[in-house]
């Protein structure tokens, strides 16, 4: 079992930057693989980014790449997200998941992650 608590969301102005964490409970942090996910008012869920269980490999939607960037650290079984060059559009309850990372994993997909954060709200004011 997992538990995973989001914090660092607010209300920031367009151009500025956020960082999110997420501290998770439990023993095997490391076995792992952590994603993003964010849903807008109206929208599903989607992806935002996702790393591997080392950080070696990581993953980002498109329309973040160049302006968010994940991190972990497994010592302190907690993973992050920086988010810089905010724009109104990422306004969104931003979710931390988990999943076991045994190889083949597919990071963008929701179906593969087994423990889900509350969320944080990140607001994003013009």
């Known amino acids: 079992q997992v538990q995973l608590v989001e914090s660092g969301g607010g209300l920031v102005q367009a151009g500025g930057s956020l960082r999110l964490s997420c501290a998770a409970s439990g023993r095997t942090f490391s076995s792992y693989a952590m994603g993003w996910f964010r849903q807008a008012p109206g929208k599903e869920r989607e992806f935002v980014a996702a790393a591997s269980r080392s950080a070696i490999s990581t993953f980002y939607a498109d329309s973040v790449k160049g302006r968010f960037t994940i991190s972990r650290d497994n010592a302190k079984n907690t993973v992050y997200l920086q988010m810089n060059s905010l724009k109104t559009e990422v306004t969104a309850v931003y979710y931390c998941?988990?999943?076991?990372?045994?190889?083949?994993?597919?990071?963008?997909?929701?179906?593969?992650?087994?423990?889900w954060g509350q969320g944080t709200q990140v607001t994003v004011s013009s």
């Open positions: 998941a988990a999943a076991r990372d045994a190889g083949g994993l597919e990071f963008w997909a929701r179906y593969e992650y087994e423990y």
